[in-house]
């Protein structure tokens, strides 16, 4: 076999994509079986046209090159730690982000009865604060994860309001979908919308405004935050990308 004829593909590696689920924060194990993945696909693809090799890792469960059978074996390690100047940054963002954010909350909208803190953005902030380069943190998973289950969830709560399980239920499965479908997917972005089914009253009486405040608004203030700290030291940037 040439090495022409063992070259891995682009296909190659898109089948090995599809076999890790989701999103991909890329460290150097999560690189190391990607192409271990694909070199298997690569090895697949000559076996069936009667070029079986022997470079095919034997890690994950399925066929080998050459048709054997191969048993599941746990490869991954545990992430490396990280340094205390990354516990510093990250801590100072979550503090300044949060803390700004319930300081505007309880001086200026809280006396017209609005807010500008929910739970979520707890979950928010361990994302753009501590896993800055995850894609589950950029700009357009954080606005737009949080903008989108606001929307499914004050709908899912108008609509199905009378039954609550339903509704809450309804708010965070059509959110998840919602947040794949457009790429914006947050985590937080789930508790999000089941705050607009069970906020109680005054989340409930905001109806749509609850996209804007607290939701887009506070959004907006983590975002801020996140751009100003994570930009100071040197080795830590943030975002990625925008869009």
Not at 48 to 73: F, W
Not at 108 to 128: H, M, N
Not at 134 to 144: F, I, K, T, V
């Amino acid at each position: 076999m040439n090495a022409r004829e063992f070259e891995i593909t682009d296909q190659d590696f898109q089948s090995a994509l599809k076999e890790l689920h989701g999103y991909v924060d890329v460290t150097d194990e999560d690189l190391k079986e990607i192409y271990r993945r694909a070199l298997r696909h690569a090895c697949d693809r000559l076996a069936a046209v009667g070029l079986p090799c022997d470079r095919c890792p034997r890690l994950e469960s399925g066929t080998s090159g050459d048709g054997a059978t191969v048993e599941p074996k746990a490869t991954a390690k545990p992430p490396p730690g990280v340094g205390m100047s990354e516990v510093f940054w990250s801590c100072l963002g979550a503090l300044i982000g949060i803390g700004l954010c319930a300081w505007l909350s309880s001086r200026f909208f809280e006396p017209r009865d609005l807010t500008l803190i929910i739970g979520s953005f707890g979950a928010s902030a361990v994302l753009v604060y501590g896993v800055v380069k995850s894609p589950l943190a950029q700009p357009r998973n954080l606005m737009g994860g949080h903008l989108i289950s606001a929307l499914v969830g004050v709908t899912a709560w108008l609509l199905l309001g009378s039954t609550l399980w339903l509704a809450a239920g309804v708010a965070v499965a059509v959110a998840i979908g919602a947040m794949l479908v457009t790429r914006t997917v947050h985590p937080p972005g789930g508790a999000t919308a089941l705050i607009a089914v069970i906020g109680g009253q005054q989340v409930h009486d905001l109806g749509f405004l609850y996209l804007l405040v607290p939701v887009g608004a506070g959004a907006l203030v983590l975002l801020a935050v996140s751009l100003a700290v994570n930009n100071i030291p040197s080795g830590r940037s943030y975002p990625e990308y925008w869009l």
